[in-house]
């Protein structure tokens, strides 16, 4: 029988960015975090997820790792203090519950930004390591898969991955919409704060790549630029970078830079032009849509795209989680299938070897065309004579039956006890 699947998780629901921040694993660290899981603890299989949401690690074993695994986690960042980070460990023992809080986790139902698609991602970046480093097996091997065709019934049954759920994508969502009709779009980003950062970062995602970075502090500009594969400029070049731009997006408070119509009184603007204001209080004065081709959108105007796509994923919700309840009843069904394999093979094998008992005293007394019809005719009988019960073993298997007449089969053709988890 397969060890029992269990999780450790560390996430933004039970842990703040600090602690967060102290146990996130790079790949570097995943993947020596994976050596070292396998090499100290009894663990079969292991899967290492860390985003920046959450740090977890996916296990069978027989018997709770939990400890051992929050100290290696401890020893890979290098340092001793498990005891600040443990108590904001989730442990999950119970075998079904970890299979469905991986399900969950992957699809993006545990999600900050609920149906986020980048955590499927992620989750198959965990799962490439681990195949590299033989840390999967038949269980995550087919647990994965069926995750992964899973998310694409619920992409095309439902409205789970629909719009932009927060306003970081919703306004790369709102620039990809108005820049549909212009060739290789410029933008122009201003602040390199929280929010200007992550959509400087989420353009990577698009085929908008022009894009250009200003902030006061250059530096700062310069090192977004750089994570983001964008340009960066100096703030005394922002007049210019604002004619050349066909969209300007502020993430800089209104009571330390301001654009109205004032600020380009003196120059004629390209048009079309787009204005998006993610700052508070505004840096964008809404009398610049006054001016010809000039559209302006402020932060509630995105904030509502994206509070729209977030209620359309939160009524699909009821219909992901039937979809997934679907999958893991088929994923238990393979599983129970998986477990009588062994017997199944133990039964054939028995079968076989009083076969190969009779035919040896038969052989004695017939020719050679005889033998082979004797060990064809055998081998047919035997294949016939397994159908049956194989066939009456699965139907049980399915309806939660199988377990007395594994023992009764057990009992009657002496089999031994097996418990290596064997793929059909």
């Known amino acids: 029988m397969q060890p029992q699947f269990k999780a450790l998780s560390l996430s933004y629901k039970n842990a703040p960015i600090a602690i967060r921040e102290m146990v996130s694993l790079n790949e570097i660290g995943c993947k020596n975090l994976l050596d070292k899981v396998k090499e100290f603890t009894s663990a079969q299989e292991v899967l290492v997820l860390s985003t920046c949401n959450r740090t977890e690690v996916y296990y069978s074993a027989e018997k709770d790792l939990s400890k051992a695994i929050i100290k290696l986690i401890a020893i890979e960042k290098g340092f001793l203090a498990t005891s600040t980070v443990a108590p904001y460990f989730l442990t999950i023992l119970n075998h079904q519950e970890a299979v469905r809080h991986l399900f969950n986790v992957a699809i993006g139902l545990e999600s900050q930004v609920v149906g986020d698609f980048q955590i499927l991602n992620q989750v198959k970046r965990a799962y490439a390591w681990a195949a590299e480093d033989q840390a999967v097996g038949p269980f995550l091997h087919r647990l994965l898969h069926t995750i992964f065709a899973t998310n694409k019934r619920v992409s095309n049954e439902t409205a789970f991955r629909d719009g932009a759920a927060s306003v970081a994508y919703a306004t790369v969502e709102l620039v990809e919409e108005v820049t549909k009709g212009i060739e290789n779009p410029r933008i122009l980003m201003i602040g390199v704060g929280e929010m200007g950062s992550t959509v400087c970062l989420n353009f990577q995602k698009t085929s908008l790549k022009n894009v250009v970075v200003v902030n006061r502090t250059h530096q700062k500009a310069a090192d977004l630029a750089r994570r983001a594969n964008a340009q960066a400029v100096y703030w005394e070049d922002i007049h210019q970078e604002l004619q050349l731009a066909d969209v300007v997006i502020s993430s800089v408070p209104g009571d330390c830079f301001s654009l109205g119509k004032e600020s380009f009184q003196f120059q004629a603007l390209q048009s079309p032009k787009f204005f998006l204001d993610?700052?508070?209080?505004?840096?964008?004065?809404?009398?610049?849509?006054?001016?010809?081709?000039?559209?302006?959108?402020?932060?509630?105007?995105?904030?509502?795209?994206?509070?729209?796509?977030?209620?359309?994923?939160?009524?699909?919700?009821?219909?992901?989680?039937?979809?997934?309840?679907?999958?893991?009843?088929?994923?238990?069904?393979?599983?129970?299938?998986?477990?009588?394999?062994?017997?199944?093979?133990?039964?054939?094998?028995?079968?076989?070897?009083?076969?190969?008992?009779?035919?040896?005293?038969?052989?004695?007394?017939?020719?050679?065309?005889?033998?082979?019809?004797?060990?064809?005719?055998?081998?047919?009988?035997?294949?016939?004579?397994?159908?049956?019960?194989?066939?009456?073993?699965?139907?049980?298997?399915?309806?939660?039956?199988?377990?007395?007449?594994?023992?009764?089969?057990?009992?009657?053709?002496?089999?031994?006890?097996?418990?290596?988890?064997?793929?059909?």
């Open 278 to 424: 993610l700052s508070m209080p505004r840096s964008i004065q809404d009398d610049l849509a006054t001016l010809p081709g000039v559209r302006v959108y402020n932060v509630d105007t995105i904030k509502n795209r994206a509070t729209e796509a977030v209620a359309k994923r939160l009524a699909s919700v009821p219909a992901v989680q039937n979809i997934i309840s679907e999958a893991i009843a088929e994923f238990n069904a393979w599983e129970r299938e998986m477990e009588l394999s062994p017997v199944i093979q133990q039964f054939k094998n028995k079968l076989e070897e009083i076969r190969k008992q009779e035919v040896a005293r038969a052989l004695k007394k017939v020719s050679g065309q005889e033998k082979e019809l004797l060990e064809s005719v055998t081998k047919n009988f035997l294949n016939k004579i397994m159908k049956l019960p194989v066939i009456e073993l699965k139907a049980a298997c399915q309806r939660g039956e199988s377990d007395a007449l594994l023992d009764g089969l057990a009992m009657l053709f002496k089999l031994e006890d097996q418990t290596e988890f064997v793929e059909a």
